[in-house]
């Protein structure tokens, strides 16, 4: 019998170019099997509370009930939301380091600026390539990569012609008869036939999940099947080095535990799952999840947190050198605070990207400093990541 394909692709595949299956492309010795994943929490997720720095003399004051009073102790004064157990014992058995005083140089408070900020790695003007398209361009082997989402991120837009992409469905599936129907329709149209094929191979190795419709577009419902997604992508063969994927919904204005406990325990059970699917090629893996900016310090007065500057870097992976806090907390007191409300960021978030593409993955720090991130010679790549 037919792999079963969701709807939607099937309708995009009637569109050439609208739904695009990862071509495969043979890793070359440099590649050495190591993979990169890199996840965008957009909404400014609060670090402060996914990892509080629970020995900070401030912390109770400045917030009270926003602080997990069951978070998990890591080290060096640090605890982890209790609704992460996985990140924990990965980072106990050194698979997953933290930035908890992470930041790009950014310092204004607009979500959709910092975010394509971040993504096209400039200081101050948006540009329209991302910053790993155009590391793609310089890849030391025959790199390439897959996005995970609605729509392609500005951090793969670009000349690189070696992305793909690739979305859960949100309509009913297309029955067997009808895939048959429309591949004789197609089969004298080259152009609509490649399209068909290409979105069938996407769902295949995708395995034809399809969006929970309790999910909602990018809903933490759907992060274990990005994550399970990207997992099977990369997993392939001759599948992309490097995955993309962005998770919707970490704004907290108002009722921020309630909200952050359900997005934080999704992306724990979405990193285990990633885990399990990758098997084996997880030993030879790096994730890296930030946000846009952290939130403030502060609480406000609807039990959430406003938008802020310095936020918390995630690393998790086989790859990754763990069990430990990375760069130094600016702490709490409110002289050290970003404009008198904010966690002061004392990690680039330049130096980290760079650090994983050079030690990970082979850029040089030639091509880094000047036409992945643009005129950044006086950031250093952060060595020892992996």
Not at 285 to 292: M, R
Not at 320 to 343: H, Y
Request: contains cysteine; neutral net charge.
């Amino acid at each position: 019998m037919l792999q079963r394909l969701s709807r939607r692709a099937v309708l995009l595949a009637g569109c050439a170019g609208v739904l695009v299956a990862p071509k495969g492309r043979a890793a070359t010795p440099d590649s050495r099997g190591r993979k990169l994943i890199v996840v965008i929490l957009r909404g400014a997720a609060d670090g402060l509370a996914i990892l509080p720095k629970i020995d900070d003399p401030d912390i109770e004051a400045y917030r009270g009930l926003l602080v997990d009073r069951n978070a998990a102790p890591l080290s060096d004064g640090f605890a982890l939301h209790s609704a992460m157990p996985t990140l924990a014992a990965m980072y106990r058995s050194g698979e997953a380091a933290f930035v908890p005083a992470f930041g790009g140089p950014y310092r204004e408070r607009s979500h959709f600026e910092a975010q394509d900020l971040l993504e096209c790695g400039e200081v101050r003007n948006v540009v329209a390539d991302g910053w790993l398209n155009r590391a793609l361009q310089r890849a030391p082997g025959g790199y390439s990569a897959v996005s995970i989402g609605p729509a392609q991120p500005l951090i793969l837009r670009g000349d690189a012609q070696n992305v793909s992409s690739w979305s859960p469905a949100v309509l009913p599936e297309a029955s067997d008869d009808t895939i048959v129907r429309l591949m004789d329709l197609y089969e004298t149209d080259p152009v609509l036939k490649q399209a068909l094929s290409a979105a069938l191979g996407a769902d295949m190795v995708a395995g034809g999940m399809a969006m929970d419709s309790m999910g909602g577009r990018g809903g933490p419902a759907q992060y274990v099947q990005q994550f399970e997604a990207a997992g099977r992508f990369l997993a392939q063969p001759d599948g992309p080095e490097i995955a993309v994927v962005s998770l919707e919904g970490w704004d907290t204005h108002t009722q921020q535990n309630q909200m952050l406990r359900q997005r934080l325990a999704a992306l724990d059970n979405a990193i285990r799952r990633l885990r399990e699917t990758l098997g084996e090629i997880w030993k030879t893996s790096a994730l890296i999840a930030v946000s846009e900016f952290g939130r403030t310090v502060r609480v406000n007065g609807g039990q959430g947190t406003d938008h802020g500057t310095g936020g918390l870097a995630i690393l998790a992976g086989g790859a990754v050198k763990g069990g430990r806090m990375l760069g130094d907390w600016p702490t709490l007191k409110a002289a050290a605070l970003f404009e008198g409300r904010d966690l002061m960021p004392t990690v680039e978030s330049r130096s980290i990207f760079k650090g994983l593409l050079r030690d990970h993955l082979g850029w040089t720090t030639r091509d880094l400093n000047g036409f992945i991130f643009p005129d950044s010679a006086a950031v250093p790549p952060a060595g020892g990541l992996v």
